[in-house]
């Protein structure tokens, strides 16, 4: 049973809480019905994203075995068949489906838009340098869109902030992700075909630009008079101290720590960045709520 659970990295599952983001941006995330339509989304997502990961496990099989951490996954290690694996990845593909037909709002089109767009990344996308992250940073969207149905909901679309926020913070996690391979390759770790189009200077500089642009959209987020009127409230802009401190922290743990390899495993395990993030939340809802 651990084998299988790990084989659906439910770790991995705190990246489709984006779905819950238009409902509390839009101040509705206390609407039961709103919320019941948003973690269903969560669900379907839950159950797309591991089948995903278990296709992917499956082409990096031998490439995992010589990677120091992913080899101990499942299938890498020997504690899955392959054909296990394809069969799991078969019940959880057609779940995902059923549950996203249940969903009158859009959220069959945008589940197979992610399904269809990382199984052609799995089968050789992620090979294109840029192309890859750019990928990663589109299934985030695609995980905002799901809270909202591609418009369906009423009163909840993200505004454009929102959404350009979102994919600024997934490139810079994606990039700061890669650095952790091109260290791993200079160690003479085998590491995936697209770190050829990267190096440590160009992903520096790329971390540095995103976090920038990142910073600077959410504090003219903040100011923007519709998100003011919007959130009733012209002190916004204060919590944007907590968001240079979480993204000079992911900036610390990946240039100075060296240990941006799993975002989800610093999320879980960096208190430092839990607190800031805890910090930012608390601030909003007080002036917000």
Same mark, same amino acid.
């Given at each position: 049973?651990?084998?299988?659970?790990?084989?659906?990295? *439910?770790?991995?599952?705190?990246?489709?809480?984006?779905?819950?983001? *238009?409902?509390?941006?839009?101040?509705?995330?206390?609407?039961?019905?709103?919320?019941?339509?948003?973690? $269903?989304?969560?669900?379907?997502?839950?159950?797309?994203?591991?089948?995903?990961?278990?296709?992917?496990?499956?082409?990096?099989?031998?490439?995992?075995?010589?990677?120091?951490?992913?080899?101990?996954?499942?299938?890498?290690?020997?504690?899955?068949?392959?054909?296990?694996?394809?069969?799991?990845?078969?019940?959880?593909?057609?779940?995902?489906?059923?549950?996203?037909?249940?969903?009158?709002?859009?959220?069959?089109?945008?589940?197979?838009?992610?399904?269809?767009?990382?199984?052609?990344?799995?089968?050789?996308?992620?090979?294109?340098?840029?192309?890859?992250?750019?990928?990663?940073?589109?299934?985030?969207? $695609?995980?905002?869109?799901?809270?909202?149905?591609?418009?369906?909901?009423?009163?909840?679309?993200?505004?454009?902030?929102?959404?350009?926020?979102?994919?600024?913070?997934?490139?810079?996690?994606?990039?700061?992700?890669?650095?952790?391979?091109?260290?791993?390759?200079?160690?003479?770790?085998?590491?995936?075909?697209?770190?050829?189009?990267?190096?440590?200077?160009?992903?520096?500089?790329?971390?540095?630009?995103?976090?920038?642009? $990142?910073?600077?959209?959410?504090?003219?987020?903040?100011?923007?008079?519709?998100?003011?009127?919007?959130?009733?409230?012209?002190?916004?802009?204060?919590?944007?101290?907590?968001?240079?401190?979480?993204?000079?922290?992911?900036?610390?743990?990946?240039?100075?720590?060296?240990?941006?390899?799993?975002?989800?495993?610093?999320?879980?395990?960096?208190?430092?960045?839990?607190?800031?993030?805890?910090?930012?939340?608390? $601030?909003?809802?007080?002036?917000?709520?």
């Amino acid at each position: 049973m651990p084998a299988f659970i790990k084989l659906l990295r *439910p770790h991995q599952y705190v990246k489709n809480l984006f779905v819950f983001f *238009p409902l509390f941006f839009a101040l509705k995330i206390t609407d039961l019905n709103l919320l019941k339509d948003a973690l $269903l989304a969560f669900v379907a997502f839950c159950f797309a994203a591991s089948t995903i990961y278990i296709i992917n496990d499956i082409r990096d099989i031998e490439k995992d075995r010589a990677h120091p951490k992913k080899k101990k996954r499942p299938l890498a290690k020997g504690d899955i068949s392959v054909m296990t694996a394809i069969a799991i990845a078969a019940i959880l593909f057609f779940f995902s489906i059923i549950l996203a037909t249940m969903s009158g709002n859009n959220l069959l089109l945008i589940i197979s838009i992610y399904i269809v767009m990382n199984f052609f990344y799995s089968f050789g996308l992620k090979n294109i340098p840029l192309v890859d992250i750019f990928i990663i940073a589109t299934g985030f969207l $695609l995980r905002l869109l799901a809270g909202t149905g591609l418009g369906a909901v009423e009163g909840v679309n993200p505004s454009h902030w929102i959404l350009i926020m979102t994919f600024l913070l997934s490139l810079f996690i994606a990039f700061a992700k890669r650095r952790d391979d091109l260290i791993l390759a200079e160690k003479g770790v085998s590491v995936r075909k697209s770190i050829e189009g990267y190096s440590i200077e160009f992903v520096n500089n790329a971390m540095s630009v995103m976090s920038g642009v $990142l910073i600077v959209s959410y504090l003219l987020y903040t100011l923007d008079e519709k998100v003011i009127s919007h959130f009733n409230t012209e002190y916004l802009y204060v919590t944007t101290v907590f968001v240079i401190l979480g993204v000079f922290r992911y900036m610390q743990i990946s240039l100075v720590f060296m240990k941006s390899g799993s975002p989800t495993e610093i999320l879980f395990k960096d208190k430092f960045l839990q607190l800031t993030i805890a910090g930012w939340a608390v $601030l909003f809802l007080l002036l917000v709520y």
